[in-house]
């Protein structure tokens, strides 16, 4: 019956489109330790309802949920433009190569996309981190990060870089 008379007012919350009252009432179900916590869709529903309504809050909700629908919020937090939180749930859920990703093609920060490669050290971090260094011309440490992910399938790349970017003695 409790389970019952929730359902009805989240259901009457996202019908009259009381976004925050809605976060209230999913807050008090999902975050205060309730027979409800770990259910999957209320914590997808308190996500998305505050991606939309409050997304001051969306990073707290991803720090402390774990039951939710990773790489489908991730996405729609790309596409609500919250890149940071999106790294935080690929980098919370060990999605090591789409964490990175979003360092370089939405935070657009080699330097944390380094740090990040350095921290969890996955080849196919690296090799990410190495072609975007290629692409903005840092032949050299391009060149380090396809060491490091023992990726020689750039090599074409490198040298015609390097050869445009007279960085022969980088190689």
Known sequence: KQWYQ??????A???ADLPNELIELLEKIVLENSVFSD???LQNLLILTAVKADPTRVMEYITRL????????????????L??????????????????QVLIEHVKNLDRAYEFAERCNDPTVWSELAR??????????????FI?????????????????????EDM
């Open 83 to 100: 890149f940071e939180e999106a790294f935080a749930i690929f980098k919370k859920f060990d999605v090591n190569t789409s964490a990175v």
């Open 66 to 81: 774990d039951n939710y629908d990773a790489p489908d919020i991730a996405n729609i937090a790309i596409t609500n433009q």
């Open 6 to 11: 929730r359902r009805v007012a989240i259901t």
């Open 13 to 15: 919350g996202m019908a």
């Open 132 to 145: 975007a260094q290629l692409n903005s011309g840092a032949v050299k440490d391009a060149i380090d990060s």
């Open 148 to 168: 490091k992910a023992d990726d020689p399938s750039a090599y074409l790349d490198v040298i015609e870089a390097a050869r445009a970017n007279d960085g022969y």
């Open 39 to 41: 259910h999957r869709n």
